[in-house]
């Protein structure tokens, strides 16, 4: 079966390869073969690349797993009918005319620094569905005759953030191109789609961690030596793994040893590296630190976060909770009220604080999202007593900041029960477009899956009013 490639399009990039080994087939810009017009191609490019391009060199994705609804969170709507508008009251935020829910202080005197969008925007309702969007921009590919419910991860996926990057760049400084953490989104049997490479395989896979940043006992052991193994004795193996690789490499069917290899020199260079070991140290950063983003799951995991971005990781996605923590069908306001919102608030508030004063904002997209809303209507299970809310994609809410993101300003507009975008409506192809473009990654990068059918990897439109003003 032929293996994923990826090409530009042939009026900027030539596509080259080396047969028999994936991944390494890399483009050739025009100038290697154009000479002098080399420069005047890059200037024309330049002058029509989108708004934001290429002002990003990391992207900090905060998934707000299970989808919190956008009437208790960042688009209240008091004038709405009491089944509609639910039990928060509003609060005046830095931006004239616009507030957000009380129990978010913190945001409400920082949107100076966050672009709200109010029109998010797709049609799949259901959580894996919904979460491969999100993290894709693509639609989920369904077998035929197969229901939404069967729909689980599958090397059909279209590959996410992370796994793309790293096929297209793939990180050269001993630090992975993509890490998700601190949960892999499972429920019972199912495996939520869109957290891995799809069909581009195994190998650009991005690195899951899996354990609670705020447990005193935390550490990710794949980054850490055996104990009775110095770093000597390392390099004295790989010495021996060389040679030994040397010979076995001519073998026939040596493919798959090949393959191999590459994942071993991933591992051996993050092994050898104090770059990462020192970013998933937590105990260097102080208690006062640690206090601010909040001693819970969440909280550590958004400094755990910040300290990867430090270390040069170009995707980073936390995950707030578990999955469908913001599932909220039902006690969708008590869970809000006395979790989800005090550690969202406290937790974004410290990692845009330390961005901010590293500098390291004006270089990292950071984004804010569930994979869907929840309905205006407040509603009552069956069998249950505490209200709560529903899914819904039709119209949601995110936050945009850094990497020449415009704060203090609203993008987009819900009808009167957020039910419905009245302005243009966003969507997670969107999201994606905006995504790469803040990477630098030309508009017309194409990926090629195992069966060699093309796929666009920006198929949607930059959110230019992030960078131009609403």
């Not at 530009?8 to 000479?35: E, M, N, Y």
């Not at 709405?80 to 005319?97: L, W």
């Not at 419905?420 to 995504?435: E, F, G, K, L």
Request: glycine share 10%; with cysteine; proline share 8%.
């Amino acid at each position: 079966m032929p293996q994923p490639l990826y090409f530009f399009d042939r009026r900027k990039f030539l596509r080259v390869g080396a047969a028999g080994v994936v991944g390494t087939t890399l483009p050739i810009t025009c100038s290697t073969i154009a000479g002098d017009q080399s420069a005047s191609v890059e200037n024309n490019r330049q002058q029509i690349q989108p708004p934001g391009f290429g002002k990003a060199k990391s992207v900090l994705i905060v998934l707000l797993s299970g989808g919190p609804s956008q009437l208790d969170t960042l688009d209240p709507k008091p004038a709405a009918p009491s089944e509609v508008r639910g039990e928060f009251q509003p609060i005046s935020t830095t931006i004239p005319g616009v507030a957000v829910c009380e129990h978010l202080p913190r945001l409400a005197a920082q949107t100076q620094r966050w672009s709200i969008v109010r029109s998010l925007a797709h049609r799949e309702h259901n959580h894996l569905l919904a979460t491969h969007v999100a993290l894709t921009g693509r639609p989920t590919p369904l077998p035929r005759g197969a229901s939404d419910l069967d729909r689980v991860e599958s090397r059909n996926d279209f590959p996410n953030y992370a796994a793309a990057l790293d096929f297209i760049r793939p990180s050269k400084n001993g630090v992975p191109t993509g890490l998700s953490l601190p949960n892999y989104l499972i429920e019972g049997p199912l495996t939520w789609p869109g957290q891995h490479a799809g069909f581009l395989g195994p190998k650009h896979d991005p690195w899951q961690i899996n354990g609670d940043p705020n447990h005193e006992k935390f550490r990710v052991g794949a980054l850490n030596l055996p104990q009775d193994i110095d770093l000597g004795r390392m390099r004295s193996r790989r010495e021996l793994l060389d040679d030994v690789s040397r010979g076995a490499s001519s073998l026939p069917g040596s493919g798959s040893a090949i393959s191999f290899r590459e994942q071993q020199e991933m591992a051996y260079g993050l092994l050898t590296s104090g770059r990462m070991r020192e970013a998933f140290d937590l105990n260097q950063e102080s208690s006062t630190n640690r206090d601010r983003y909040g001693r819970n799951k969440f909280g550590q995991s958004l400094l755990l976060a910040r300290r990867l971005i430090e270390a040069g990781v170009p995707v980073v996605q936390a995950t707030m909770g578990i999955v469908q923590t913001w599932d909220t069908h039902v006690d969708n306001w008590g869970k809000l009220k006395n979790t989800l919102l005090p550690q969202l608030d406290s937790g974004l508030a410290a990692l845009t604080d330390d961005l901010l004063a590293s500098g390291l904002l004006d270089q990292t997209l950071l984004i804010v999202m569930g994979e869907f809303g929840r309905t205006p209507k407040v509603s009552t299970l069956p069998g249950q007593t505490i209200p709560g809310r529903d899914h819904w994609a039709h119209v949601y809410s995110g936050l945009f900041a850094g990497a020449g993101v415009r704060g203090g300003q609203v993008i987009g507009q819900s009808d009167s029960i957020a039910a419905y975008p009245v302005s243009r409506a966003w969507s997670p192809a969107d999201i994606c477009t905006t995504v790469f473009n803040s990477l630098g990654i030309e508009a017309d990068v194409t990926l090629l899956d195992p069966l060699a059918r093309p796929h666009h990897l920006l198929n949607g439109n930059v959110i230019a009013p992030l960078y131009t003003g609403a």
